[in-house]
C-alpha cells in the first residue's frame, strides 16, 4: 500500500529520476485534463517501496531530482510503473493530501493493470486513475475520490489500444472536471461504471469512451450532486450497447444520454430519472447510425426541455420508448430522427405533467409509421402519434387515450406527405384549454396545414365515451362509436362546439355499435355526433359494425337533423350472447334487415 499525505510514500517519479525520463513530466497543469502518458516506452520497470517517505519541499523534491519548488510540481506518480507485457496488479494508493499533476496507482506499456486501486481523499491533481496500460487490458481497477479532493480528469481504468472491462469511479462530496468509469482509444469495453453522489460537483461524466470500439453495459449513477452531462456509454465510431444512467437526485445542467455514438448503433440503452432536475434527456442518441430500442423514464424529476427514447439524426430510430410515470417534461417522444425514418417508438404517460407535447415519433423530413401515444393519465396539451415537420409519410401511428387530459390530439401531423391508416383510440381522458394551440381543443386524424399539403387516407376514430366535447373534428375518414353500457337514453356522446364552425363529414364512414351491457331498451335514442353550428355530411356513410363485447343489438343511424346523426336501439343488448366481430354494416343494409324480420 501507498500512503500519500502531507508527504509521500511509495514511488514518486520525475524529470531527473533515475527511473524515468522527462518525456513523462506535463510541462503544464493547464492541460493536465486532455493529456494522456506522453511516452510509455520511457518508462522502466520501478519496484514500489513502501517504506519510502518524502515530505513535499524544495529541498525534498530537489534531492529527489525534480528541479521544481514545492508550489510548482507537474509531476506524476505512480504505485507502479512497468514495461513491456509485464503486468500491474493488486496496487492499493492512498492520497491523504498534496498537490500533483497526477497519481495512477498501475501503470503498464503493454501488459494488464488489474484490480489496482487509488482512493484520494484530500488534495489537488490534474490526473488520477486506477490504471493505465498503452496495449494491455484495464480491468477491475477503482478509483475513490472524496471530501476535500479536487481533479481535473479521473479514469477508472484507461487504454489506447487495449480491452477495458468492470473499472469503476465513486466520487463522494470531490470535485472533478471529467470523470471516465473506462476509456479507450481505440479498444472496446464493457461493464465499467461512475458513481457520484453527497454533493461533489463534475462537469462531463462517462461511464464508459472509447474513440472507435464497441462500448457495452456501463452505467452511470448521480445523485445529490451537480454536473454538466452525463453520460452512460459513448463512442465516436463504435456500437453503444446496454448502457445506463439513473439520476436519484441532483442537478445536470445540460443533459443526460444513456448512450451515445456518432457513426455506429446504439442500441437498449436507458435513462432513468427518479428526482432532480435536467435539461434534456435521451436514451439512445447517434450522429449517423440507427437508435434501436433505448428507453428514457422519467418517475419523479423535472426535464425542463425533451425526453426522447431514442434519437438518430439520419439514420432509423426503432422500438424505442419514453415513459413519464410522474414529474415533469416541456415534451417527451418515442423516436425521433431527423431524416431518416422512425418505426414501432412509443410515448407512453401514466401520470405526471407535459407543459407542451407527447409524440410517438417526430422527424424533420422523415417517414414515421406505426409508433404510438398511451395516455394514461397525466397531462399533455398536445399529442401526435407521429409527426413529421417539414414533410414526410406518415401511417399507421396510433394515439391511445385512456385518462388524463389534453387539448389538440392528432393520430398523425405532416407538413407535406400522406397520412394513411392512423387511429385515434378514445377510452377515457377529456379535452382541456390549455391554450397551446391558440384556444381551441382539436380531435384529428390527420393534422395538415391545408389540403394541398397532401393526402389523407382512411385514418381512423374509436369512440368508446360518453357525454364528451371537442372543438374540432377533422381528418377522420372512419369514425367508429362504441356506445358505452352506461350511456342513458338522451345522451351525447360527442358534442362538437366549434365555435360556430360546422363539422365536415363529407366523404367520412360514421358506424355505430352497442355495449353488450347496455341498459338501452328499443326506442331509445342516443345522440352520436352532435354540433350546433351544423355538419357537413354530402356523401357521408353511416351504418353500425360489431365488435367483441358489442355485438348483439340492432340499431339504426342516421341524420335526424342537420345537426345531429343519431342511434336508436330495434333490438336490446343481450350481455348472455355474443357473435364474432363483423365489417361495418352501411345503413341502407341495416333497413333492408329490420324489413326482412
Known amino acids: 500500500m501507498c500512503v500519500l499525505a502531507g508527504l509521500f510514500s511509495g514511488t514518486l517519479l520525475g524529470a531527473q529520476g533515475a527511473a524515468i525520463t522527462d518525456r513523462t513530466v506535463l510541462n503544464d497543469l493547464s492541460v493536465v485534463p486532455r493529456q494522456t502518458m506522453t511516452d510509455a516506452n520511457a518508462v522502466q520497470p520501478v519496484t514500489t517501496t513502501p517504506d519510502l517517505r518524502l515530505q513535499v519541499t524544495d529541498a525534498a523534491l530537489h534531492a529527489a531530482g525534480f528541479p521544481f519548488t514545492a508550489a510548482y510540481r507537474p509531476i506524476y506518480v505512480y504505485g507502479q510503473a512497468v514495461t513491456g507485457e509485464q503486468d ?234 419514453a415513459i413519464l410515470k410522474s414529474g415533469k417534461a416541456r415534451e417527451i417522444t418515442g423516436g425521433q430522427s431527423l431524416t431518416g425514418t422512425g418505426t414501432h417508438n412509443i410515448a407512453a404517460i401514466d401520470g405526471g405533467t407535459i407543459l407542451r407535447g407527447a409524440y410517438g415519433a417526430r422527424g424533420l423530413t422523415a417517414d414515421l409509421s406505426h409508433n404510438e401515444v398511451a395516455l394514461r393519465g397525466g397531462h399533455s396539451p398536445i399529442i401526435y402519434g407521429a409527426w413529421a415537420e417539414k414533410s414526410g409519410n406518415v401511417s399507421d401511428n396510433t394515439v391511445f387515450l385512456e385518462k388524463g387530459t389534453f387539448q389538440y390530439v392528432a393520430a398523425a401531423k405532416t407538413d407535406d406527405g400522406t397520412a394513411r391508416d392512423n387511429t385515434v383510440i378514445w377510452r377515457g381522458g377529456n379535452f382541456k384549454h390549455y391554450n397551446k394551440m391558440g384556444d381551441w381543443t382539436v380531435l384529428a386524424g390527420a393534422s395538415m396545414p391545408s389540403a394541398s399539403a397532401g393526402e389523407a387516407i382512411d385514418n381512423k376514430l374509436f369512440l368508446h365515451v360518453t357525454n364528451r366535447r371537442v372543438d374540432l373534428l377533422t381528418g377522420f375518414q372512419r369514425i367508429y362509436v362504441h356506445i358505452p353500457a352506461n350511456t342513458a337514453a338522451g345522451d351525447t356522446i360527442l358534442t362538437l362546439t366549434g365555435k360556430d364552425t360546422p363539422t365536415d363529414l363529407r366523404h367520412a364512414h360514421v358506424y355505430v355499435t352497442l355495449d353488450n351491457a347496455s341498459q338501452l331498451k328499443p326506442g331509445d335514442t342516443v345522440r352520436i355526433l352532435y354540433n350546433p353550428a351544423g355538419l357537413v355530411t354530402e356523401e357521408t356513410t353511416l351504418g353500425t359494425y360489431a365488435e367483441a363485447g358489442a355485438d348483439t343489438a340492432k340499431l339504426q343511424v342516421r341524420l335526424s337533423d342537420a345537426h345531429t346523426i343519431t342511434a336508436t336501439v330495434i333490438r336490446a343488448a343481450s350481455p348472455d350472447k355474443g357473435s364474432k366481430a363483423q365489417e361495418p354494416v352501411p345503413d341502407g343494409m341495416l333497413e333492408q334487415q329490420i324489413i326482412e324480420e
Open 88 to 321: 500491474v496488479t493488486g496496487q492499493n494508493v492512498i492520497v491523504q493530501g498534496g498537490s500533483l499533476a497526477g497519481v495512477i496507482a498501475g501503470v503498464s506499456t503493454g501488459g494488464a493493470v488489474r484490480d489496482n486501486s487509488l482512493t484520494v481523499e484530500k488534495g489537488s491533481f490534474g490526473t488520477l486513475s486506477g490504471g493505465n496500460s498503452l496495449a494491455g487490458p484495464a480491468t477491475i481497477n477503482r478509483v475513490i475520490l472524496k471530501g476535500d479532493a479536487l481533479a481535473g480528469t479521473v479514469y477508472g481504468g484507461k487504454t489506447e489500444r487495449g480491452y477495458v472491462s468492470g473499472n469503476r469511479v465513486t466520487v463522494t462530496g470531490a470535485t472533478a472536471t471529467t470523470v471516465y468509469g473506462g476509456q479507450s482509444q481505440s479498444g472496446g469495453m464493457i461493464a465499467n461504471a461512475v458513481h457520484v453522489s453527497d454533493e461533489a460537483k463534475t462537469a462531463y461524466v462517462y461511464g464508459g469512451r472509447s474513440e472507435s470500439g464497441a462500448v457495452r453495459s456501463s452505467v452511470v449513477t448521480f445523485s445529490d450532486s451537480t454536473a454538466l452531462t452525463l453520460v452512460g456509454g459513448r463512442s465516436a465510431s463504435g456500437d453503444v450497447l446496454n448502457n445506463r444512467v439513473t439520476l436519484t437526485d441532483g442537478t445536470v445542467r445540460q443533459y443526460i444520454l444513456g448512450g451515445q455514438s456518432e457513426d455506429g448503433l446504439v442500441k437498449r440503452n436507458q435513462v432513468i430519472l427518479e428526482e432532480g432536475t435536467v435539461n434534456t434527456a435521451t436514451g439512445g442518441q447517434s450522429e449517423n447510425g440507427q437508435a434501436v430500442s433505448n428507453i428514457a423514464v422519467l418517475n419523479g424529476a423535472t426535464v425542463s426541455g425533451a425526453l426522447i427514447g431514442g434519437w438518430s439524426g439520419s439514420a432509423k430510430a426503432e422500438k424505442n420508448c
